[in-house]
C-alpha cells in the first residue's frame, strides 16, 4: 500500500498523479475503518480527501500553514501529517481527536470545533507573518455551510481591503451545510458554478479578492494546478472548488445531511451497530411537542442556525413546518436577533441548537433579547456532561453564562411532564426570555406544575431534616439517589428540592430550611464557578449553615469518560453519603 508509505506531507510530493489517485482510495478505506467503529464526521471529510492530498503536494506544510473550517474535515491532513495511526490502528483511535490540534502535530495550529472560523484565524496569522517579515502562504479551508457565520464574513471583509499579501482561501463547495445551506451566498455560490467561476455578480470580488474557479474539486490534477496557480499569491485569493460531500460512498452522497456525522455503522447497510433502545428519548418528545404546537398555534414559528436536527427536526418534519420554520444559516447572532423581532412583533419564536453553538450569540442574547425583555424562548440540547464530551463542544458552561444575565428565566426540567409544561408556559407567556435545558439523561415522569410565573419558586419534593439536597435539572435523579441512600445508611430522611429555576434563588424557602438543617448540597449539570450552586453559597455566606456545592470544574475537558469524571468530582451517591457523613 502507498499509504504504508506516507509518514509526512514530503512523501506525498515523491507520487505520480496515478499513485496519488491510488493513495486517494486508500485513505479513504482507513476513514472507513476509523469511522464505522468509533463514528466521526464522515461527509465532510470523504469529500475532501483529494483536495486535501492537493494542498499537501503543492505547499509545504507546517512552514505552510493550513487552517480547516470546520476543522472536522481534517482527517486525510491528520494521516498525511504523521497520525495515520489513528486511523489505520484500532488500538490507536483515542490519540487523534475529531479536529485540528496542535497538540497533535506541528502541522496544526488551532484546536478548533467551531465553525466560521478559519478565514479570521488565518488572516491573523497572515498578518503576523508579514509583521514578522516571513514569507510563507497562509491557506484557509471553509466549507459545509460555514461561510454565512458572521465571523467568516467579517473576516472576508477585512482581508479583501487590508491585508495586500498572500492570503489563499479554499472554499469547498459541496452545496451543503449540515442540512441544506440557507441564504443569499448560497445562491451567488450556485451562480458561479452554473457559470464555471464567470458570473458578472461574485461577492468575493465585490470584497475586493481575486477570485478562481476549479469545477473538479475531487479531481486531483485539477486541484494541483488550481493551487499551484495561487502558491506564493502577493495579494488574497479565492480558491472556489465544488465537492461531492460523502464521496466514495454511495449512502452518503445520496444523503448527504444523514451522513454529516454518524455513529458507529455497518459499511455494508449504513445502519447503526449501536442500538440505544426504543424507549422513550427527550429528542422524541421535543420533536413532537414542536409539530403539534405548530399545527395548533400558527403564531409559533421554529428558528434555528442550521441545527434542526438538534430537537429532531429532520427534512420530513421541516416540510411539514413550513412557514413555521426558518433556517438562518450558520449565524447564531442573526438568528437570536430575528427571534426577538418576531417576538416583539407578537409572534412566538423558538429557537433551538445545541449550548455549545448559543455561547456564539452572548451578546445578541443580553442585548437584543433581555434587555429589551423579548419573549423568545430558547431551547437547548446538549447541555449535560454526559452529551458532548470533545472539547470544542462542552455544554457544561452554559448555566453559568447565561443564568447572570438579567431578564434571563433559565428553566432546569427534571421529568418529562415538567420539560413539555415548561414548553408551553415560556411559548406562550408574553413577559420574559425565557432558556429551556433539555434534559440529558433517561426519560423519567411524574407530575409537574404546569405554571412558572412565580419566578424562582423552588419545589421541596420531599420535606426531611438535618440536610436539603438542592438538585437541579438532570442532576435531579442523583439528589432523589442520594436522599434514598441517607435515609438509609444514616437513619435520617433529608429535605429533598427541585429548584426549577437555575436563573434565581428562592429567598424564603433558603431561610425557611436554616431552622431544621445545617447542610445544603447543591448538585448541578455544568461548572460550579459562577453557577447555581455558587449563588446558594453566596446567600448563606453570613449564616451558620454550611454548604456543599457538587458540580464540574471550571476546566476544558476533552474526550473523557463520564462516569469517571463524577468519581473524581465526588458525585456519585456513595460519594455524596459519605460528603454528608462528615458534616452531620
Excluded at 445545541?354 to 419573549?375: E, H
Amino acid at each position: 500500500m502507498i499509504l504504508d508509505n506516507i509518514n509526512s506531507p514530503a512523501d506525498v510530493k515523491k507520487l505520480a498523479i496515478a499513485e496519488l489517485e491510488t493513495l486517494a482510495g486508500e485513505i479513504r478505506e482507513a476513514l472507513f475503518n476509523r469511522l464505522t467503529k468509533v463514528g466521526g464526521h464522515f461527509g465532510p471529510n470523504f469529500g475532501f480527501v483529494e483536495a486535501t492530498i492537493a494542498m499537501h503536494y503543492v505547499f509545504d506544510s507546517p512552514t505552510d500553514k493550513f487552517v480547516f473550517d470546520v476543522s472536522h474535515q481534517s482527517y486525510t491532513h491528520k494521516i498525511l501529517t504523521g497520525r495515520k495511526a489513528g486511523y489505520i490502528d484500532d488500538t490507536r483511535f483515542a490519540e487523534d481527536s475529531g479536529y485540528s490540534n496542535p497538540e497533535e502535530s506541528k502541522h496544526d495550529f488551532f484546536n478548533i470545533g467551531h465553525t466560521s472560523t478559519s478565514i479570521a484565524l488565518a488572516l491573523g496569522l497572515a498578518k503576523g507573518r508579514d509583521i514578522l517579515g516571513r514569507k510563507e502562504n497562509i491557506v484557509a479551508v471553509i466549507g459545509d455551510g460555514s461561510l454565512s457565520g458572521g465571523e467568516a464574513m467579517e473576516a472576508l471583509n477585512v482581508a479583501g481591503s487590508e491585508l495586500g499579501s498572500n492570503f489563499i482561501i479554499i472554499v469547498n463547495d459541496n452545496e451543503q451545510s449540515i442540512a441544506e445551506t440557507h441564504g443569499g451566498i448560497y445562491l451567488n455560490l450556485k451562480e458561479l458554478r452554473e457559470t464555471n467561476g464567470k458570473a458578472q455578480n461574485n461577492w468575493f470580488r465585490t470584497f475586493g479578492l481575486d477570485y478562481i474557479y476549479e469545477e473538479n474539486g475531487n479531481n486531483i490534477a485539477a486541484l494541483i494546478k488550481a493551487f499551484q496557480q495561487v502558491k506564493d499569491a502577493t495579494k488574497p485569493v479565492v480558491v472556489h472548488i465544488h465537492t461531492q460531500k460523502g464521496k466514495g460512498y454511495a449512502l452518503a452522497e445520496q444523503n448527504r445531511e444523514a451522513w454529516h456525522w454518524t455513529m458507529p455503522f455497518d459499511r455494508a447497510t449504513g445502519k447503526p451497530t449501536i442500538d440505544f433502545g426504543s424507549g422513550e428519548s427527550y429528542l422524541e418528545i421535543t420533536q413532537n411537542y414542536i409539530l403539534n404546537k405548530a399545527k395548533t398555534d400558527k403564531d409559533f414559528i421554529v428558528v434555528t442556525p442550521a441545527m434542526p436536527m438538534a430537537v429532531g427536526l429532520g427534512i420530513e418534519q421541516r416540510a411539514q413546518l413550513g412557514s413555521q420554520y426558518i433556517d438562518t444559516g450558520i449565524a447564531e447572532e442573526a438568528a437570536v436577533a430575528i427571534a426577538s423581532g418576531i417576538a416583539t412583533n407578537g409572534a412566538k419564536p423558538v429557537v433551538v441548537t445545541n449550548m455549545t453553538f448559543l455561547t456564539r450569540a452572548y451578546d445578541q442574547i443580553s442585548q437584543d433579547v433581555c434587555i429589551n425583555n423579548s419573549p423568545v424562548t430558547m431551547l437547548m440540547n446538549f447541555t449535560a456532561f454526559d452529551g458532548l464530551t470533545d472539547v470544542t463542544h462542552l455544554g457544561i458552561f452554559g448555566l453559568a453564562a447565561f443564568t447572570n444575565i438579567p431578564n434571563l428565566v433559565v428553566l432546569c426540567p427534571t421529568c418529562a411532564e415538567e420539560y413539555v409544561n415548561m414548553l408551553d408556559w415560556a411559548t406562550d407567556q408574553r413577559k420574559h426570555p425565557v432558556l429551556i435545558l433539555i434534559p440529558g439523561n433517561e426519560v423519567t415522569h411524574r407530575q409537574a406544575d404546569k405554571s412558572f410565573g412565580n419566578l424562582n419558586q423552588f419545589k421541596v419534593e420531599q420535606q426531611g431534616e438535618k440536610v436539603a439536597i438542592i438538585a437541579l435539572g438532570d442532576f435531579y435523579q442523583k439528589g432523589e439517589d442520594a436522599a434514598a441512600n441517607i435515609e438509609k445508611h444514616l437513619g435520617f430522611k433529608p429535605t429533598l428540592i427541585n429548584p426549577r429555576f437555575a436563573s434565581g434563588l428562592d429567598k424564603a424557602l433558603l431561610d425557611n430550611l436554616k431552622s431544621r438543617h445545617s447542610l445544603v448540597i447543591t448538585l448541578e449539570d455544568g461548572i460550579v464557578d459562577g453557577g447555581f450552586g455558587e449563588k446558594i453559597a453566596s446567600y448563606y455566606g453570613t449564616s451558620d449553615m454550611k454548604v456543599v456545592n457538587l458540580g464540574l470544574e471550571k476546566k476544558f475537558y476533552d474526550r473523557y469518560n463520564p462516569q469517571q469524571l463524577l468519581e473524581s468530582l465526588g458525585i456519585t451517591t456513595d460519594q455524596i453519603v459519605e460528603t454528608v457523613k462528615k458534616f452531620v
